[in-house]
């Protein structure tokens, strides 16, 4: 009777431990940029056909653009994301696929492996230009 009882508890303990990772509420759909390049670079964004907003990164610093879901969706309007790639004092905006992931908050820290990208110096061009790659 004791062993069934111990075993019975130490089952309840093991499944009670797993349920708070697994009831982590994502709140936010994001993605987070990290400026790579040593200068600072300009690049805007929209949510669906909201306005744009413009976005000055510092040199090794990173930032997040997150959509905050609606009570009960868990998902956000498409994201139009634009880089500046000119590295001159001209402008070449260029659009780049963002993909945001589910978070449990508006940061950096939240998003999860896949949703981090670097923006760098595009290879063989003399730092004229930059790119956005996800990080690996």
């Not at 993605?31 to 040199?59: D, F, M």
């Amino acid at each position: 009777m004791m062993t069934r009882m111990m075993a019975a508890a130490a089952i309840a303990l093991a499944v009670g431990s797993a349920v708070p990772a697994a009831a982590q509420q994502t709140t936010h759909g994001c993605a987070c940029l990290h400026n790579k390049t040593g200068v600072p670079i300009s690049y805007r964004y929209k949510w669906g056909e909201g306005e744009w907003h413009t976005v000055k990164l510092q040199p090794n610093y990173q930032n997040w653009i997150c959509w905050k879901y609606a009570s009960g969706q868990k998902s956000s309007p498409n994201l139009l994301f634009q880089l500046d790639v000119d590295m001159s004092k001209g402008s070449a905006w260029t659009t780049y696929a963002i993909t945001r992931v589910q978070t449990a908050g508006a940061s950096c820290q939240a998003v999860g492996k896949g949703g981090h990208y670097d923006v760098s110096y595009r290879p063989n061009t003399n730092n004229a230009f930059i790119q956005v790659t996800r990080r690996p």
